[in-house]
């Protein structure tokens, strides 16, 4: 789906396919239905896999409409189910298909299923929003299993994907906080840098939703604890999970957090280089703290100002509109304390 969950959802033909579905009349977006609902059963690996590919690009493009086709919802989740449980027709008849020559193939194939069978439960978590808590039920075991195993891919596309149903159910996830929770701690120190950086990425989504702080506060120091390394790694995408995370437990409670500590170094990380999503936390927890008042921002303005420059330039993608107008406006704010910071970025004056 995205930066954090880094195996591919679907190419440029699902995509067209899934524009298509949601475009044209209903004989191609019942097809795409009926297609998935069969079960597929007689179906070998490579058909499942393909066909996990485009329900997961049609879900995400086409929002819920899809499931609303007789008992989609419930056959989906079956067949989900199924493969990643490993339980599925075509998984449990690899070993007959003669098209696999050798059982590194039949692993291969084992794992595409799997893996694009967690695609389509993403798509699902994007397509039901806060709904989608009550089917995590059905996945929340098998993704876990998969995020303990001992094959590395695995456990970085497991907690990669408890990240993006985390962010999608919303709320939600709150009955699954203490579970997840363990996990996440444990996964933060996963010999995989992947893993770690993925965990970074869904425990600071946890916090920001769920609602059971009695849960995660008292893992607050544990959890800065174990960033702390993330945040000297020279990996990119690491860092900007890890600063990601520790933005979100600020905007979450700033009072449980040593600000004085974690923004100098949260600061010196800035501009982000390759991921773009985590400047969302990032900029809505640095407005917030000047809008408190917070002496330690207010000490790293001179810092901040070239800061302010890169990310409000070119790629405009840098910031989402909303993140963009927040920040537009404390600059003005700050211009109008302090322009001589300005000096040298007097393009920021005239935003």
Known sequence: MNHHYVNPAHSDTQVVLAEKTYQHSDPLFISVCNIFASRYTNYNSAVVTDINRNI????????PAILTQGNMLEQVTTILAALVTRQH?????????EDQEDVGETSEYDWLAVDTALDVVIGLSVALGPQFGELWKVFEKP????????????RSTAIGVI???????????????ATLLKLLLHRLKDEDPETRSNAAYATGLLIAHSTDSNTYLPAFNEILQKLEPLLQTERARTLDNASGCVSRMIIAHPDKVPIADVLPVLVNLLPLKEDYEENKPIYECIVGLYQHGNSTVQELTPKLIPVFAH????????LEDDTRVKLTETVKYIAKQQPSLFQGHEGLLSL
């Open 311 to 318: 990310v409000l330039g070119e790629p405009k993608e840098q």
């Open 163 to 177: 990240a993006e149903c985390t962010a999608h159910m919303g709320s939600s996830v709150t009955p699954y906080t």
């Open 143 to 154: 993704v876990m299993k998969s995020a303990s195993s001992q094959e590395a891919f695995e």
């Open 89 to 97: 027709p075509c998984q449990l008849d690899m070993g007959d298909d």
């Open 56 to 63: 997961a690009a049609t879900l995400k493009l086409c929002g």
